[in-house]
């Protein structure tokens, strides 16, 4: 059971726009910075998205990030086949049992 | 360009303690944080630990009985040791470097992996 939700999969067609969400609370997403990384198969994840909405060098602008209250989202516009991947919120948790959280990962299916 | 190669065994006899090395190249090691990630076949990511290059640490704490995570700046190299391993440990092990940003006294608000090794599984079987 992973301390942040996401939705197990998600599915759109090519050059479609699919939105992924990653719940939490106060003491996790409410209160701390997003990143969400890409899984591709049989790879190591990569940072997509960190500080809620800030993309690193090289990741197109296809992606993008928000943040509001104790959800966070994660955009892709423009899908491409190459984006079939998994992929993952994470963020730190302010409680007693504190430390870097993950959600569970989200299936993503270029159709 | 950071680059991270773990290193370890692939097989760990139950009980057992399982020892892993993360080598960085490309730059230093020092003045940055470096945390071990772990992921079940199949399954979600899973924190593991961090260290400082000054040897602060912080774990996870429902593996902190068994994780300690040690650097040797000379090496350029971190590593993880876990005791007791059982069947439940076998995964993925990654190591990466982790950002903190937007510190006020002693708690970090923003924490993130921007470079990540490939990964080296590890298998827990007699």
């Known amino acids: 059971q992973s301390v942040l939700t996401q939705p197990p999969s998600v599915s759109a067609a090519p050059g479609q726009k699919v939105t992924i969400s990653c719940s939490g609370i106060s003491s996790n997403v409410g209160n701390n910075y997003v990143s969400w990384y890409q899984q591709l198969p049989g790879t190591a994840p990569k940072l997509l998205i960190y500080e809620n909405n800030k993309r690193p060098s090289g990741i197109p602008d296809r992606f993008s990030g928000s943040r509001s209250g104790t959800s966070a989202t994660l955009g892709i516009t423009g899908l491409q086949t190459g984006d079939e991947a998994d992929y993952y919120c994470g963020t730190w948790d302010s409680s007693l049992s504190a430390g870097c959280v993950f959600g569970g990962g989200t299936k993503l299916t270029v159709l | 360009q950071v680059q991270l190669q773990e290193s370890g065994p692939g097989l760990v006899r139950p009980s057992e303690t399982l020892s892993l090395t993360c080598t960085v190249s490309?730059?230093?090691?020092?003045?940055?944080?470096w945390s071990w990630i772990r992921q079940p076949p199949g399954k979600g990511l899973e924190w593991i630990g961090y260290?400082?290059?000054?040897?602060?640490?912080n774990y996870n704490p429902s593996l902190k009985s068994r994780v300690t995570i040690s650097v040797d700046t000379s090496k350029n190299q971190f590593s993880l040791k876990v005791t007791s391993m059982t069947a439940a440990d076998t995964a993925i092990y990654y190591c990466?470097?982790?950002?903190?940003?937007?510190?006020?006294?002693?708690?970090?608000?923003?924490?993130?992996?921007?470079?990540w090794g490939q990964g080296t599984l590890v298998t827990v079987s007699s």
């Open positions: 990466a470097r982790h950002v903190r940003g937007y510190c006020s006294g002693t708690s970090c608000y923003s924490h993130y992996f921007d470079y």
């Open positions: 260290i400082y290059h000054r040897g602060n640490t």
């Open positions: 490309g730059g230093s090691i020092s003045n940055y944080y």
